[in-house]
């Protein structure tokens, strides 16, 4: 992903490729034809390391984009500590995730009509598998499991909302304010244990 250093090893190359891609242009965005110009790699290449063509290095992108999230977003929201803390590892993944409001959301971006279900399968649940962490984060810091689920689904919600005005408006500090936001809201769900 572009969340790291670019690898040397061609498949490692060929994700962060494919990643950029998908995440900037959606599935229906991106043809064969992009993906051996931004690579370098001819057809048969690509399929030599992916034989079922596009669908297959889209879901290959969306299994990379949720190990990624589940090990930089969720599991730093569910290691031990306080709620702040939790709250604060899960938003500087969040930040670093989306390049402080700068890089798009390949959720976004690859859940639209014509993605493949799989693939939409999977972003769907990397996005469920972060609100959960976030409600399981809160209710293990006293939250009430109805309260921390609404306010978990808000905080995501208000992240994402953020990441979009930011994108579309070039602001990045729409982005920083959203995070902020989330983070207040979170941080601030009653206690009641």
Not at 125 to 134: K, Q, T
């Amino acid at each position: 992903m572009t969340t790291s250093p670019r690898s040397e090893n061609t498949r490692d190359a060929l994700m962060d490729a494919l990643y950029d891609l998908f995440r900037t242009r959606g599935f229906e965005g991106v043809s064969i034809g992009d993906i051996t110009q931004r690579t370098g790699l001819g057809r048969s290449s690509l399929y030599h390391h992916f034989p079922g063509g596009k669908d297959e290095m889209a879901l290959a992108v969306a299994r990379s984009a949720r190990a990624w999230l589940q090990a930089n977003v969720v599991a730093p929201t569910l290691a031990e500590g306080d709620r702040e803390a939790r709250v604060d590892r899960m938003i500087a993944g969040v930040d670093q995730l989306f390049s402080g409001g700068g890089a798009p959301c390949l959720i976004a971006a690859m859940t639209m009509p014509g993605a493949p279900d799989s693939v939409r399968t999977e972003l769907g649940s990397a996005l469920s598998e972060w609100i959960d962490a976030v409600c399981d984060a809160l209710i293990a810091t006293g939250a009430e499991p109805a309260t921390a689920h609404a306010a978990a689904l808000a905080a995501v919600s208000r992240i994402e909302g953020a990441l979009i005005i930011a994108r579309a408006t070039g602001d990045d500090a729409a982005f920083a304010a959203g995070l902020a936001e989330a983070r207040a809201a979170l941080v601030a769900v009653p206690i009641t244990a």
